[in-house]
């Protein structure tokens, strides 16, 4: 659990596209992968999270992906809209007695 | 319920002062959490404690302490105040001790260090 690669740090769309945030764990113990968005100069608040006994989880336009043979997990956000315009950070919190870990965070920008 | 709170909001300080934040959880949550965040560095862990007990520790020099009393409110204390410690403060609660659950993160305490 003290290592998650987010990628990208920053990523640009254009408003009605789509946009994918991957994130890489370490821990085969993981069992949940939780997503956060910071929006500027507010808190962090989940958005969407999944547990290890499924591979996909879906929330009108977000969806989380969890591969746990390849160790990664992935947020999908469909036909952005300028309000995704965010921070965005996955975590890895099952780590046995080591801290939990956020990813660095992916910048989020969606152009009009 | 109500949300997490944190106290004080803003907080300027000068080098080498000490400085006490504050952390009041969502009612009935008994996990607390402390991150630091810059703009560099993203979301740090400072400390995580459950019951009074601190249960982790992140990569952090001894300046940097907290508590936690019986009714789950936390505090953390910093010492001898670098300029680096320039930061905003989170504190997050959760409902167990099982960290499969979500992080209600609190508005964080900017601090400034001059």
């Known amino acids: 659990g003290e290592n998650v690669e987010q990628h990208p740090s920053t990523l640009s769309v254009q408003e009605g596209d789509s946009a994918v945030i991957k994130c890489t764990y370490s821990?085969?113990?993981?069992?949940?992968f939780p997503w956060y968005k910071q929006e500027l100069g507010k808190r962090p608040q989940l958005i969407i999270d999944i547990r290890s006994n499924v591979g996909e989880k879906k929330d009108q336009r977000i969806a989380v992906t969890l591969n746990k043979t390849a160790k990664h997990f992935s947020l999908h956000i469909t036909e952005t809209q300028p309000e995704d315009s965010a921070v965005y950070f996955c975590a890895d919190p099952y780590s046995g007695n080591t801290p939990l870990v956020f990813g660095k965070g992916t910048r989020l920008s969606v152009i009009a | 319920k109500a949300g997490v709170t944190q106290t004080p909001r803003y907080l300027i300080k000068t080098r080498g002062q000490q400085v006490t934040l504050s952390c009041s959880p969502i009612?009935?949550?008994?996990?607390v959490s402390w991150y630091q965040q810059t703009p560099g560095q993203g979301l740090q862990f400072l400390f995580e404690?459950?019951?009074?007990?601190?249960?982790n520790k992140g990569n952090f020099p001894g300046r940097f302490s907290g508590r936690q009393f019986s009714n789950s409110r936390s505090e953390m204390n910093v010492s001898t105040l670098e300029l680096g410690d320039s930061a905003l403060y989170l504190c997050a609660s959760s409902l167990a001790n099982d960290r499969a659950y979500e992080q209600y993160f609190g508005p964080g305490t900017r601090l400034t260090v001059t």
């Open positions: 009612s009935g949550h008994r996990s």
């Open positions: 404690y459950f019951s009074e007990t601190q249960r």
């Open positions: 821990d085969s113990a993981s069992n949940y």
